[in-house]
T-cell receptor, first 114, second 111 residues
């Protein structure tokens, strides 16, 4: 079966510090990978998605970047965090199979920028 | 562009049925999903329905789809306090990599 792992689960970072959130998927190959942000426990904002190694699409201009160095690894980064980067970050993947492009989420990472 | 709308809050008494509604605009939607998010956790897929279906039942969950009106609902029978969570409706089409999510409905279950 397929699983998704995301870490760290929680982090507190000062303004201006770098960020690296990592996500890996197991049990499948060539998944589509996504990073979402959820502010104040509500709606999802798609930040980046990737359909293959080295292929990154950005949905919103921001202080963040994403990379996909391996087929099942997706990394969210920032060189200098802003207070507005605080939020709940969710990694996700899709598997095109009998249930279509159903999207599956990781457990999320809480980021607080202080 | 595509849009998915949900009411923000629903409050029910334990043991009653809950009905969470969702409307969408994309007529090419082929899959419609319901996700549950408990506090501090990721989104968990509850169920999904193909656009050529009218209804799907899975234990206490019943999904109804009115494709003509682009209306989707999730009924939870015998609602329990453990059902308290945010429920997200989402739609996807076979040609798009990106599903569209609603803003979520907070279900509050009172004992």
């Amino acid at each position: 079966s397929q699983t998704i792992h995301q870490w760290p689960a929680t982090l507190v970072q000062p303004v201006g510090s770098p960020l690296s959130l990592e996500c890996t998927v197991e049990g499948t190959s060539n998944p589509n990978l996504y990073w979402y942000r959820q502010a104040a426990g509500r709606g999802l904002q798609l930040l980046f998605y990737s359909v293959g190694i080295g292929q990154i699409s950005s949905e919103v201009p921001q202080n963040l970047s994403a990379s996909r160095p391996q087929d099942r690894q997706f990394i969210l980064s920032s060189k200098k965090l802003l207070l507005s980067d605080s939020g709940f970050y969710l990694c996700a993947w899709t598997y095109y199979g009998r249930d279509g492009n159903t999207i599956y989420f990781g457990e999320g990472s809480w980021l607080t920028v202080v | 562009g595509e849009d998915v709308e949900q009411s923000l809050f629903l409050s029910v008494r334990e043991g009653d049925s809950s009905v969470i509604n969702c409307t969408y605009t994309d007529s090419s939607s082929t899959y419609l999903y319901w996700y549950k998010q408990e506090p501090g956790a990721g989104l968990q897929l509850l169920t999904y329905i193909f656009s050529n279906m009218d209804m799907k039942q899975d234990q206490r969950l019943t999904v109804l789809l009115n494709k003509k009106d682009k209306h989707l609902s999730l009924r939870i029978a015998d609602t329990q306090t453990g059902d308290s969570a945010i429920y997200f409706c989402a739609e996807g089409s076979g040609g798009s990599y990106i599903p569209t999510f609603g803003r979520g409905t907070s279900l509050i279950v009172h004992p």
